[in-house]
């Protein structure tokens, strides 16, 4: 067949000295592509060759998913790539825009919402203009897993973004120390945890084992092939996402979140390994989130305790929701006016929360929207007239 | 076929090329390709149903051989064939489990043993009670269809699957289609019946029992093909050299070629496919027309990439196996579509369907007319091609998309003949056309994968619907 007379009628018949050549030259190529890439690692780089905000649009929220098969969308640890996805990278900041930047945990980032029901896509649709006639526009940064640290991390990323005003949800979970390295995405981005450490000098150790620093091998194209490949799949999923709009699985039931408490669990009142006793700025990360107000520098950040589920069920004497016992949730709440952090956290009625204690329904998420609308333009406002 | 049983029998055929002397090779690829059929045999929930398929593709090929046998002896080499079947049977009964060669653990030693001689007893009777071997052969085309029938049909197979659960003590409302996912069976019967019926015709050369199953579950194509023809391969399988540098450079390419098509350009391409599921989910006419782009090309890209695979090993194996794409979707016209794509299918089913049909057509005293046979026999082979892949409507409808594209591009093609004699002196506007009429033909076949890529017709009108607006 003509198609492949190019291998089967060769100028020169192949001999074994040939397929030997050929092969140790392959394997020469291997190794120096897989040399150069380990020294030079260029994993930043491949992050920004996306397919997002030039051949699809990008994305209403920072990549995330556990079943890609179904939600069109998966979790990597290339914050080049998380970012290069997402409709900012392809939004240049408009002469009248008033650009607001949304971070926070899954419920930010809205489990089990669709892109229209979030907090930021209400706030958007209520069509905000500054008394200056600026256009509000804010961009929805929310990531699930509770950790300051993930958040900075991210905030620091999007500060490139020139955002005019910060808006950080957070709750208690967010400041236990042993969440700050739960999230994957600190792990994996090692060099930059290090950073905010040092110029934060953050109670976070940097030898931290979970940290997950790469060796050599682990730096080349066969090390990072997965890492690869997840960048990749995320461009393809790209156009399913854009054809169905869908970035999430919907499941058609979940488990809903915990209102009464079974007898062992009801009565557990340690959290995150405190047993009861007063909780300062000292044991929990509020270090981490001065990083945060460093990170943001003059641009102004508003800090919200986001609301909770606050249960009436068997044992809610001693337990707000599967989070929190009682004694560690009012402990932290006495510290968040110190912190110049805004109180929220009973201002969704317990009936609009979904598979968790902080994820909310959509009508959750209007009731929230209009507060932070509200106190979005408070602050904008002023730091216009500052100006 | 997975990347690690690739990389597993490209080496094994450096070490079959290399090593082993050649008045065994045939033996060998014979023993390789029994044990093959049952690694690459998928799991089955219901034991030991994944042993019980392998060894009634071998009992098949059998009997496939003794009917077509040309006399009525038995040969030494294929009672040596015979007994080295019947031992690696048993072999793979006591030790695959062990040495992972079996899907999942098989049968008893002693109970495979007592099933064999039950089921060699009870075809020797057979064999006694049925002498016209004509009318055997006939019947057991027959028996390969109803098989054939079983398998693709949802409520047969569905069935089947609960019959067993009920035998064997499984969960019956776990029953699923999956539970007997006969592997290769497909491309199995279209050998069996390829040799049976040029048996009845009396073209079929002599094949010993060895050649008959090599070629029968040569195990680079038993998955998907290519459906060589037996005197075809059997010319290979006589010859067998060893593996010289032409051969190694030349299989390794396909196979590297292949790999590169299947797994990384048609599994990326998967991501963004038409299916069921994307289908109801897409937003918008454009959105449909890219999922169906992807469809078109994954389907290709999938199946021409494994069939470089079967190829490229088979070249290793000393085996030229045939072509089956030739660049499908650059053709300018449907009739040049299907002698492009999937090759061998297309061959079988003009051998066997289309030129035997319209032969008794056209052999009626009251014939039709040239275009009604010509409509006939293009529907009937398309709707047999359609229906090989699934028993359901929408193959059908596939099927019947194709016959008439086929019989309406022939009426083209007996109008236009001597305008585009022509147009030989008008080189640009020829390439003009050319191209459009491959746009043109490229969309008739992918907008006739909607009905291949979905499960039911009503989805299949829906998405049609909304391709072109509605």
Redesign the interface.
Same mark, same amino acid.
């Given at each position: 067949? @003509?198609?492949?007379d190019w291998? /089967?009628r060769p100028e020169a018949? #192949? %001999?074994?000295r040939? @397929?030997r050549n /050929?092969v140790i030259k392959a394997l020469i190529l291997f190794v120096l592509l897989n040399a150069l890439f380990a020294l030079l690692n260029p994993s930043a780089l491949v992050g920004r060759l996306s397919a997002y905000n030039v051949l699809l649009p990008g994305r209403d929220r920072l990549p995330y998913g556990e079943n890609p098969d179904q939600s #069109?969308n998966l979790s990597l640890n290339n914050l080049d790539a998380m970012f290069s996805a997402h409709q900012i990278a392809g939004t240049p900041k408009a002469a009248d825009e008033y650009r607001v930047l949304l971070i926070g945990d899954s419920s930010v980032w809205g489990v089990l919402l669709k892109p229209d029901e979030t907090l930021s896509a209400y706030l958007n649709a209520a069509q905000y203009r500054t008394a200056s006639g600026q256009r509000v526009r804010i961009y929805n940064l929310g990531y699930p897993i509770q950790s300051l640290m993930k958040d900075v991390l991210l905030l620091q990323y999007a500060m490139r973004y020139q955002p005019d005003l910060v808006i950080w949800m957070v709750t208690l979970e967010s400041f236990a120390p042993n969440q700050q390295l739960e999230s994957m995405l600190v792990r994996a981005n090692p060099d930059l945890a290090h950073r905010l450490i040092a110029a934060y000098h953050l109670k976070i150790d940097p030898s931290d084992p979970r940290f997950s620093v790469p060796s050599l091998l682990d730096r080349t194209i066969v090390g990072q092939r997965r890492p690869l490949a997840d960048v990749? =799949?995320l461009q393809? #999923?790209g @156009? %399913?996402w854009?054809?169905? =709009?869908?970035d999430q699985r919907y499941p058609k039931f979940y488990e809903p979140h915990m209102e009464n408490f079974s007898e062992n669990f009801g009565r557990d009142v340690t959290w995150q390994g405190f047993q009861p006793q007063p909780l300062t700025t000292d044991n929990l990360a509020f270090d981490v989130l001065e990083a945060g107000r460093g990170v943001v520098g003059s641009v102004p950040l508003i800090i919200i305790n986001e609301p909770i589920f606050i249960s009436s069920g068997v044992n809610s004497d001693v337990r707000y929701d599967f989070f929190y016992p009682r004694w560690a949730y009012d402990a932290y709440r006495q510290l968040l006016p110190a912190a110049q952090i805004i109180d929220l956290w009973n201002l969704i009625s317990s009936d609009q929360f979904t598979d968790s204690a902080v994820h909310l329904t959509p009508a959750g998420s209007r009731q929230l929207a209009a507060k932070v609308g509200e106190l979005m333009m408070q602050t904008a406002n002023a730091a216009q007239q500052h100006r | 076929m997975t990347l690690v049983s690739i990389v597993v029998f490209g080496i094994g055929a450096a070490l079959y090329g290399l090593i082993v002397p050649a008045r065994w090779r045939g033996w060998v690829l014979l023993a390789t390709s029994v044990v093959a059929i049952y690694w690459l045999q998928p799991a089955s929930p219901v034991r030991p149903v994944d042993f019980v398929l392998p060894t009634a593709t071998l009992v098949l090929g059998v009997i496939g051989w003794w009917l077509t046998r040309p006399d009525s002896t038995l040969d030494r080499d294929s009672a040596f064939t015979l007994g080295l079947i019947g031992v690696a049977v048993v072999a793979l009964s006591a030790l695959g489990g062990l040495i992972g060669l079996t899907a999942s653990p098989p049968p008893n030693v002693l109970e495979v043993v007592f099933t064999l001689v039950l089921v060699t007893a009870a075809l020797v009777s057979l064999a006694a009670l049925v002498p016209d071997r004509v009318r055997t052969l006939t019947l057991f085309i027959v028996l390969i269809l109803i098989i054939f029938a079983i398998l693709k049909v949802d409520t047969l197979a569905l069935a089947l699957s609960h019959w067993l659960r009920a035998r064997t003590g499984r969960v019956l409302h776990l029953a699923a289609m999956s539970d007997v996912q006969w592997l290769g069976f497909s491309y199995v019967a279209f050998r069996l019946i390829h040799t049976l019926r040029d048996r009845q015709t009396g073209k079929l050369p002599p094949l010993s029992l060895r050649e008959y199953v090599t070629y029968l579950i040569f195990f680079p194509a038993y998955t998907a093909g290519p459906i060589d023809r037996a005197e075809r391969f059997v010319k290979d399988y006589r010859a067998l050299p060893g593996l010289d540098a032409p051969r190694a450079v030349e299989g390794v390419s396909r196979i590297v070629i292949g790999i590169f098509k299947k797994f990384v350009i048609a599994d990326s391409l998967a991501l963004f496919a038409l299916d069921a599921v994307k289908a109801s989910q897409a937003q918008t006419g454009s959105g449909l027309w890219l999922l169906l782009y992807a469809y078109s090309f994954r389907l290709f890209f999938d199946f021409s990439g494994y069939s470089d695979i079967a190829i490229g090993l088979g070249r290793l194996f000393s085996i030229n196996l045939p072509e089956n794409f030739d660049r499908p979707y650059l053709k300018t016209n449907i009739t040049a579509f299907w002698q492009s794509w999937h090759i061998t299918l297309s061959t079988w089913a003009r051998f066997y369907v289309f030129t035997p049909l319209s032969r008794y057509l056209l052999s009626r005293p009251h014939k039709p007319s040239a275009n009604l046979v010509v409509l006939i026999c293009q529907a009937a082979t398309m709707v047999v091609i359609g229906l090989w892949h699934g028993i359901t409507p929408n193959f059908v409808i596939w099927g019947l998309w194709h016959g008439v594209g086929l019989w309406l591009h022939k009426l083209y093609t007996d109008r236009t003949r001597t305008y585009y004699q022509t147009l030989s002196e008008r080189p640009r506007l020829r390439r003009a056309i050319s191209w459009g009429a491959a746009l043109l033909t490229f969309h008739f076949v992918a907008l006739g994968w909607v009905w291949f890529a979905l499960p039911d017709v009503n989805l299949s009108l829906n998405v049609l619907r909304r391709l072109f607006g509605g």
């Amino acid at each position: 067949m @003509a198609q492949w007379d190019w291998l /089967v009628r060769p100028e020169a018949p #192949y %001999t074994w000295r040939f @397929a030997r050549n /050929v092969v140790i030259k392959a394997l020469i190529l291997f190794v120096l592509l897989n040399a150069l890439f380990a020294l030079l690692n260029p994993s930043a780089l491949v992050g920004r060759l996306s397919a997002y905000n030039v051949l699809l649009p990008g994305r209403d929220r920072l990549p995330y998913g556990e079943n890609p098969d179904q939600s #069109y969308n998966l979790s990597l640890n290339n914050l080049d790539a998380m970012f290069s996805a997402h409709q900012i990278a392809g939004t240049p900041k408009a002469a009248d825009e008033y650009r607001v930047l949304l971070i926070g945990d899954s419920s930010v980032w809205g489990v089990l919402l669709k892109p229209d029901e979030t907090l930021s896509a209400y706030l958007n649709a209520a069509q905000y203009r500054t008394a200056s006639g600026q256009r509000v526009r804010i961009y929805n940064l929310g990531y699930p897993i509770q950790s300051l640290m993930k958040d900075v991390l991210l905030l620091q990323y999007a500060m490139r973004y020139q955002p005019d005003l910060v808006i950080w949800m957070v709750t208690l979970e967010s400041f236990a120390p042993n969440q700050q390295l739960e999230s994957m995405l600190v792990r994996a981005n090692p060099d930059l945890a290090h950073r905010l450490i040092a110029a934060y000098h953050l109670k976070i150790d940097p030898s931290d084992p979970r940290f997950s620093v790469p060796s050599l091998l682990d730096r080349t194209i066969v090390g990072q092939r997965r890492p690869l490949a997840d960048v990749l =799949r995320l461009q393809l #999923y790209g @156009a %399913t996402w854009s054809i169905t =709009r869908i970035d999430q699985r919907y499941p058609k039931f979940y488990e809903p979140h915990m209102e009464n408490f079974s007898e062992n669990f009801g009565r557990d009142v340690t959290w995150q390994g405190f047993q009861p006793q007063p909780l300062t700025t000292d044991n929990l990360a509020f270090d981490v989130l001065e990083a945060g107000r460093g990170v943001v520098g003059s641009v102004p950040l508003i800090i919200i305790n986001e609301p909770i589920f606050i249960s009436s069920g068997v044992n809610s004497d001693v337990r707000y929701d599967f989070f929190y016992p009682r004694w560690a949730y009012d402990a932290y709440r006495q510290l968040l006016p110190a912190a110049q952090i805004i109180d929220l956290w009973n201002l969704i009625s317990s009936d609009q929360f979904t598979d968790s204690a902080v994820h909310l329904t959509p009508a959750g998420s209007r009731q929230l929207a209009a507060k932070v609308g509200e106190l979005m333009m408070q602050t904008a406002n002023a730091a216009q007239q500052h100006r | 076929m997975t990347l690690v049983s690739i990389v597993v029998f490209g080496i094994g055929a450096a070490l079959y090329g290399l090593i082993v002397p050649a008045r065994w090779r045939g033996w060998v690829l014979l023993a390789t390709s029994v044990v093959a059929i049952y690694w690459l045999q998928p799991a089955s929930p219901v034991r030991p149903v994944d042993f019980v398929l392998p060894t009634a593709t071998l009992v098949l090929g059998v009997i496939g051989w003794w009917l077509t046998r040309p006399d009525s002896t038995l040969d030494r080499d294929s009672a040596f064939t015979l007994g080295l079947i019947g031992v690696a049977v048993v072999a793979l009964s006591a030790l695959g489990g062990l040495i992972g060669l079996t899907a999942s653990p098989p049968p008893n030693v002693l109970e495979v043993v007592f099933t064999l001689v039950l089921v060699t007893a009870a075809l020797v009777s057979l064999a006694a009670l049925v002498p016209d071997r004509v009318r055997t052969l006939t019947l057991f085309i027959v028996l390969i269809l109803i098989i054939f029938a079983i398998l693709k049909v949802d409520t047969l197979a569905l069935a089947l699957s609960h019959w067993l659960r009920a035998r064997t003590g499984r969960v019956l409302h776990l029953a699923a289609m999956s539970d007997v996912q006969w592997l290769g069976f497909s491309y199995v019967a279209f050998r069996l019946i390829h040799t049976l019926r040029d048996r009845q015709t009396g073209k079929l050369p002599p094949l010993s029992l060895r050649e008959y199953v090599t070629y029968l579950i040569f195990f680079p194509a038993y998955t998907a093909g290519p459906i060589d023809r037996a005197e075809r391969f059997v010319k290979d399988y006589r010859a067998l050299p060893g593996l010289d540098a032409p051969r190694a450079v030349e299989g390794v390419s396909r196979i590297v070629i292949g790999i590169f098509k299947k797994f990384v350009i048609a599994d990326s391409l998967a991501l963004f496919a038409l299916d069921a599921v994307k289908a109801s989910q897409a937003q918008t006419g454009s959105g449909l027309w890219l999922l169906l782009y992807a469809y078109s090309f994954r389907l290709f890209f999938d199946f021409s990439g494994y069939s470089d695979i079967a190829i490229g090993l088979g070249r290793l194996f000393s085996i030229n196996l045939p072509e089956n794409f030739d660049r499908p979707y650059l053709k300018t016209n449907i009739t040049a579509f299907w002698q492009s794509w999937h090759i061998t299918l297309s061959t079988w089913a003009r051998f066997y369907v289309f030129t035997p049909l319209s032969r008794y057509l056209l052999s009626r005293p009251h014939k039709p007319s040239a275009n009604l046979v010509v409509l006939i026999c293009q529907a009937a082979t398309m709707v047999v091609i359609g229906l090989w892949h699934g028993i359901t409507p929408n193959f059908v409808i596939w099927g019947l998309w194709h016959g008439v594209g086929l019989w309406l591009h022939k009426l083209y093609t007996d109008r236009t003949r001597t305008y585009y004699q022509t147009l030989s002196e008008r080189p640009r506007l020829r390439r003009a056309i050319s191209w459009g009429a491959a746009l043109l033909t490229f969309h008739f076949v992918a907008l006739g994968w909607v009905w291949f890529a979905l499960p039911d017709v009503n989805l299949s009108l829906n998405v049609l619907r909304r391709l072109f607006g509605g």
